[in-house]
């Protein structure tokens, strides 16, 4: 759609020149031709008739010139014709209320005149001299001639725009057509590459979204072995150590030795603290309560952790969250998971808000602390700058059709949001 979205804009674009480059290639024809039609008429009827009388304003010339014009220039292809002095005056014109007036001559008139030659161009009606004119376009020629005197005047033709107008359209079907159909056959050789490279492209786009998934997978499979293993193997016997050190504390206590009944107690309080450390990260790496209890324990547990490492998470778990799919409900909690880990690392101490709401019938967590915040730039260095996970949770969110987003500046706090498309678990099953 992109590709059909940018070809259409592309004709557009190229119909668009094609009648700027007619119009003035055509426009400029027709100045060339009137010119040297006005070179034609000068020579062969004006000049013949231009007297010394006329160039003074006598009347009886003036009538005398005014009939070899209607007769010989004025018709379909001339609308106007005037004979002007070098002050502006109008010496002559088909229009009897213009002879006799004075006007500011334009500054192509006085070059014509200052620089001997013919001079064409498309006139612009807006003067005063133009006022009985009724076209909104015309093409205008001077040309300097001399009275047989040697009283220098210019005379001046106006002709009409249309058969500019047409040949315009006329060079502009012909660059359209000839354009078009070479762009039309480019598109039709490109096509089929442009179609393998997207079929490839896309393919790729599949592999890397399966590849992300294998790998998040196998972090979770990993993520369960350590955290069963942990569980099963050193929390059991740190557990079973503290029984026996209270055990033995309760013994030495009948005998009376009460410093080695002290010692045993302060060890038993040093391995139930240790143990405690190992549930949160194993509450850290694999949260049971996830799968068991739901997304709302289970980021209750994350607070709870957080707490230790001295981020006060304040929840807000407004939304219902029943009806959230598996998969988004593991997004949900990996990204409230890596940024309140963010958080613990950059920001402790700190106060963390982490909200859910439906808005717009959407999900939304949002996760804001009032730490010292960041340049957003740091994301996008290297993995080992340390924001490898964050990068990987952009990632996700992408290929599940939500959207994660980050305002943050140094010394304005963090705030993440994570909108994610409904999506109900009751029609999944269905």
Not at 161 to 173: D, I, K
Not at 183 to 190: A, I, M, R
């Amino acid at each position: 759609m992109r590709l059909a979205a940018g070809l259409a804009a592309v004709i557009v674009a190229v119909a668009a020149l094609a009648g700027f480059g007619a119009q003035w290639l055509a426009e400029r024809e027709a100045v060339n031709d009137a010119a040297q039609v006005t070179n034609v008429l000068a020579e062969a009827v004006v000049r013949p008739v231009l007297s010394d009388a006329l160039a003074a304003g006598d009347p009886a010339a003036v009538a005398a010139f005014d009939v070899a014009v209607r007769g010989q220039i004025l018709g379909d292809d001339v609308v106007r014709v005037k004979i002007w002095s070098p002050e502006g005056r109008v010496l002559y014109a088909d229009e009897p209320q213009l002879i006799g007036r004075t006007f500011a001559l334009e500054e192509a008139q006085r070059e014509a005149l200052d620089a001997p030659a013919t001079r064409a161009a498309v006139s612009d009606l807006s003067e005063d001299e133009n006022v009985f004119e009724s076209a909104p376009r015309l093409l205008e020629v001077y040309r300097p001639m001399w009275a047989p005197g040697g009283q220098q005047v210019l005379f001046e033709v106006y002709y009409p725009y249309a058969p500019v107008a047409a040949r315009s359209a006329e060079l502009w079907r012909g660059f359209t057509g000839v354009t078009l159909s070479s762009l039309l056959l480019l598109v039709v050789l490109t096509a089929p590459i442009v179609w393998t490279l997207l079929r490839q492209l896309r393919g790729a786009e599949t592999r890397r979204a399966e590849l992300l998934q294998r790998a998040v997978d196998a972090s979770d499979a990993e993520r369960r072995r350590i955290a069963g293993s942990l569980h099963d193997g050193p929390v059991q016997e740190l557990v079973a150590t503290s029984y026996g050190a209270e055990s033995a504390a309760v013994d030495a206590d009948r005998r009376g030795d009460v410093e080695a009944a002290s010692r045993m107690r302060e060890v038993a309080g040093s391995v139930r603290g240790n143990v405690r450390v190992l549930r949160s990260l194993l509450v850290d790496i694999y949260p049971e309560s996830l799968g068991a209890a739901g997304l709302a324990p289970a980021l209750r547990d994350l607070a709870a952790t957080a707490h230790a490492r001295g981020v006060t998470v304040n929840l807000d778990l407004g939304a219902s969250l029943d009806h959230l799919s598996e998969a988004h409900e593991r997004l949900l909690y990996r990204v409230a998971q890596e940024t309140l880990r963010n958080a613990a690392t950059h920001a402790a101490p700190c106060t963390v808000s982490l909200s859910i709401a439906r808005v717009d019938g959407a999900v939304e967590l949002q996760v804001a602390d009032d730490g010292p915040g960041f340049d957003p730039a740091l994301l996008h260095r290297a993995p080992s700058d340390g924001h490898l996970g964050t990068r990987v949770l952009r990632d996700l969110a992408v290929d599940a059709g939500a959207e994660l987003s980050l305002a943050t500046a140094p010394g304005r706090g963090t705030r993440w949001r994570l909108r994610v498309p409904a999506h109900d678990r009751t029609r999944e099953t269905a």
